[in-house]
């Protein structure tokens, strides 16, 4: 039997690219506000005993979580046999330690939250800090998917002479294949996080590669601080203005603009989120999991 794919309000252009790429069946649902802002879902479709996709990237989470549970419990009761979550960018995955007491891990409790409402999880570059696996938090099956090959190729394609940049030890995990991958060198600084909107980054020792296109390269841009402090140490150090190229672009308030102004040639990132930096996009490498 064809799967059949629902995508929430906003996720429709890669519910339609899984739709032509697996010939799928395209679910027909209708999502709205009631007055009081309760939210109203209705199927349309026939799902019973279907393998159902869910499309939900779940930037800004916390107005997607309740309509994508209510489909998913509307779903079960109307019998599916499963239920597949693709969500490109999945939140709530950066507080994942107490840092302070009383604090909520609340990638633990996001993680049980989507666990008891769908059957498998397929991500794309999910933050992976403290914790090696999703196992560790998740108890569904999850397909942990990467942009590193598409970043590369979009890197040898559009940046001649780069230089990629990871602005702490944790981007060089992705960083390192990419410049493997592109055949390009790369250093990595070091940052410290004093807040959510302050962080310092080592002065980057780049005197041997001041003819090359820096290109800094991390999974998330939020507030930005961390692209702009390197922007504007590596603007210091005489190097030319860098290219920031960053996974999901989740961009709080004004971060684009302030990153857009910092001194970058360019700022470039994959459609995990939708933004109009978008240049790099992430439908082919979901395909195959499906
Ligand atoms: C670090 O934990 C991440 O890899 C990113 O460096 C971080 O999320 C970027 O955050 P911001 O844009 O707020 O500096």
Redesign the pocket.
């Given at each position: 039997m064809k799967k059949i794919v629902f995508s929430l309000p906003g996720n429709e252009a890669l519910a339609n690219y899984i739709v032509d790429s697996i010939q799928a069946d395209r679910g027909v649902s209708e999502f709205r506000k009631f007055p009081d802002g309760e939210t109203y879902v209705r199927i349309l479709s026939s799902v019973e005993e279907k393998d159902v996709i869910v499309v939900c990237t779940l930037h800004q989470p916390d107005a997607k979580l309740l309509p994508l549970l209510f489909l998913c419990s509307l779903l079960r009761d109307l019998k599916v046999r499963s239920i597949c979550l693709v969500a490109p960018y999945l939140a709530y995955m950066?507080q994942d330690k107490q840092f302070n007491p009383g604090e909520a891990i609340t990638s633990e409790y996001f993680a049980k939250l989507l666990s008891s409402n769908v059957d498998r999880l397929v991500t794309v570059d999910p933050?992976l800090?403290r914790r090696v696996s999703m196992k560790e938090i998740y108890s569904i099956p999850c397909e942990v998917l990467h942009a590193d090959r598409l970043i590369s190729k979009w890197v040898k394609k559009n940046i001649p002479n780069a230089l990629l940049i990871g602005?702490?030890s944790?981007?060089e995990q992705w960083v390192s294949e990419v410049a493997k991958n592109a055949g390009v060198p790369f250093i990595i600084l070091q940052k410290i996080r004093n807040g959510d909107r302050n962080?310092e980054v080592s002065v980057p020792q780049v005197e041997e590669y001041k003819n090359y296109t820096p290109v800094l390269v991390?999974?998330?841009?939020?507030?930005?601080?961390?692209?702009i402090e390197t922007v504007v140490l590596l603007n210091k150090a005489g190097m030319k203005p860098p290219v920031c190229i960053g996974v999901h672009a989740v961009f709080a308030e004004n971060?684009y603009e302030d990153l857009i102004r910092s001194g970058v040639s360019k700022v470039v990132t994959c459609n995990t989120v939708l933004h109009e930096s978008n240049a790099i996009d992430i439908g082919e490498i979901i395909i195959p999991h499906l």
């Open positions: 950066r933050h800090h602005p702490d944790e981007s962080v991390d999974d998330i841009i939020s507030t930005a601080r961390t692209m971060a």
